[in-house]
């Protein structure tokens, strides 16, 4: 399996030009889409809904990474999955009953990712850690783009590695927020192994290079 995840954010592209975005996506050597559904409750802004995510997976090719960063996240899981989901990750603050929306989630046929916001400690995913796809962990505040890296971060990713190897599972870490070219190397090195990059991405000259230059940082 591909441990090395480039997974661009849609959220900072110019939605004006989405097929044009889309395309350019699948020439360049990302692995991922990345897609922020916002509900303007659970964090305080609102992004998009299931027609984006038709369009884009009507011209994508490859997978959708949707991040659900909403309340009562059960409700809605099989409208995802019909509007072209691949991975759906929930945020463990959002759930009350966790193990069932991640089970709903597999049975429906997508990957299962649960999400931690800043201020949530890894610790609490002992119990579950094993039925999980990936944990996506926020390194910023969620809810808007550009924001700047958490350095704690760092000290939580290793906590959730040591966590992942003790219970001996294979779940995928993932980070989003404030990744660069700066820091991007020292968290694959950690042992992230699918980056989530926005606004670096795409308020470049370049977003294939871009692309190219940070695959190159998080495959040698």
Known sequence: MNH?????SILN?????LK?????????????FHLDVMDG????????????????????SKPLDVHLMIVNPEKHLGN???????????HYEACTHL???????????????????????VELLED???????????????????QKFIETSFSKIERLVNLITRKQSDTLIEVDGGIDNTNIQKLKQMGVNAFVVGSY?????????????LKRKISC
Not at 13 to 17: L, S, T, V
Not at 139 to 146: A, C, E, F, H, K
Not at 201 to 213: A, G, L, Q, R
């Open 4 to 8: 090395n995840l480039l997974s661009p």
């Open 13 to 17: 592209a110019d939605f004006g030009n």
């Open 201 to 213: 991405i795409f308020n470049s000259e370049d977003v294939v290079s871009t692309i190219s230059d």
């Open 41 to 60: 409750v659970f964090v305080p802004n609102l992004s998009f809904g299931l027609p984006v995510i038709e369009i884009v997976k009507k011209y994508s």
């Open 80 to 90: 995802f999955r019909n509007s072209g989901a691949d991975i759906l990750t929930v």
């Open 99 to 121: 193990n069932k929306v991640v089970q709903q989630i597999k049975n429906l046929g997508m990957k299962a990712g649960v999400a931690l916001n800043p201020h949530t400690p």
């Open 20 to 32: 044009n975005i889309v395309e350019t996506l699948n020439q360049s050597e990302s692995d991922w």
């Open 128 to 146: 579950i850690i094993s039925e999980l796809d990936q944990v996506l962990i926020m390194t910023v505040n969620p809810g808007y783009g550009g």
